[in-house]
């Protein structure tokens, strides 16, 4: 099991609890990211730069991505590429997605987007709070604590 991050996007203290967990359960980190990521020393944190362009750093989550891996993102195309794949995925509000609902979040997804292309003002996420965070880092406390156990980083 190796954990995938949309970086570009990832609120700092998502990334917080992934250096924190990575490092205890000894679990390969992956930061993706358009820009230059500051990660902790660490066998088990690396950060990757991709180009800049539209969609650089998903697709290389895509291709990256294996059966089993867990994906950070709150990406709702992207969760639907890598749930495809066998992936587990968690947003950053700890939210599982999963093959039960990613194609119904891909629908809404459609849908809002069509409404703000024809200028329907949806507003936009709720702010993040101390509960999502929790909400998260329990999630991936849950998935962390039933994986088939390795020790070799990378």
Wanted: overall charge neutral.
């Amino acid at each position: 099991m190796k954990i995938w991050v949309d970086a570009d996007a990832c609120p700092g203290v998502i990334k917080e609890i992934l250096y924190r967990a990575a490092d205890r359960a000894q679990v390969p980190l992956t930061l993706i990211a358009n820009q230059m990521l500051r990660v902790p020393p660490s066998p088990w944190i690396r950060a990757l730069q991709v180009p800049s362009g539209f969609d650089v750093a998903d697709q290389r989550i895509v291709q990256e991505a294996n059966a089993g891996d867990v994906v950070i993102t709150a990406d709702i195309p992207l969760a639907a590429l890598v749930v495809a794949k066998g992936a587990i995925v968690i947003d950053p509000r700890g939210e599982l997605l999963n093959a039960h609902n990613i194609e119904e979040r891909l629908s809404m997804r459609n849908f809002m987007e069509g409404l703000r292309s024809s200028g329907v003002e949806t507003g936009g996420p709720a702010a993040f709070s101390a509960a999502d965070r929790q909400a998260f880092g329990n999630r991936l406390d849950g998935i962390l604590a039933r994986r088939p156990r390795t020790a070799n980083p990378g």
